[in-house]
């Protein structure tokens, strides 16, 4: 009776992955409705200044990324809606537009958002390697062949969303 090739994958978790809190999240919003709309992210910071808990820094101004703390339910987004509103945008249309689209990103804005919580404030660089890392994170593959020889690697991994769950599928 011959067997077959056996195989398994594992998601290696990062190691240092901090809880975010409510400011390093609403940071983290901003920031990557900022990326996947195609603004240029200077620095996202949790650190406080006079009159505000955080800053997200752009190249230009950016009405998405600006109401997307207000449209996923972050708190102290006052100001943000305030300065779109004297810009004469509709922060309730925004809303809708932000929502769609970060709404299958919520790996990616965690990622970032657990960054900002561990070190402060980082680069739009940094931003971007954290969403890439939570998009395809690296497995350990274990693979038996039908002799029962056995194969161990570490691989970049994607995740597929199918039927409502997350799989992984190697590169």
């Not at 609403?26 to 709309?37: G, K, N, R, S």
């Not at 009405?63 to 810009?87: E, K, Y």
């Not at 991994?157 to 799989?167: D, E, F, H, S």
Request: proline share 5%; with cysteine; hydrophobic share 40%.
């Amino acid at each position: 009776m011959s067997r077959e090739f056996e195989i398994s994958i594992e998601p290696i978790q990062p190691v240092d992955r901090a809880t975010p809190g409510s400011t390093a999240y609403h940071e983290a919003v901003h920031t990557v409705a900022a990326i996947l709309t195609g603004s240029h992210v200077m620095e996202a910071s949790k650190v406080p200044g006079s009159g505000y808990w955080g800053s997200t820094e752009l190249d230009g101004f950016n009405p998405i990324a600006f109401v997307a703390a207000h449209a996923m339910g972050c708190s102290g987004t006052g100001h943000d809606v305030s300065v779109l509103v004297s810009q004469g945008h509709d922060p309730n249309l925004l809303a809708g537009e932000a929502r769609s689209l970060l709404a299958y990103h919520k790996d990616e804005i965690n990622a970032v958002a657990s960054l900002i919580e561990s070190r402060g404030t980082i680069s739009g660089h940094e931003a971007v390697l954290a969403m890439n890392r939570a998009i395809n994170p690296e497995a350990k593959v274990r693979i038996i062949d039908p002799l029962g020889n056995e194969r161990h690697f570490v691989t970049k991994i994607r995740k597929n969303w199918v039927g409502g769950q997350t799989q992984f599928v190697p590169k």
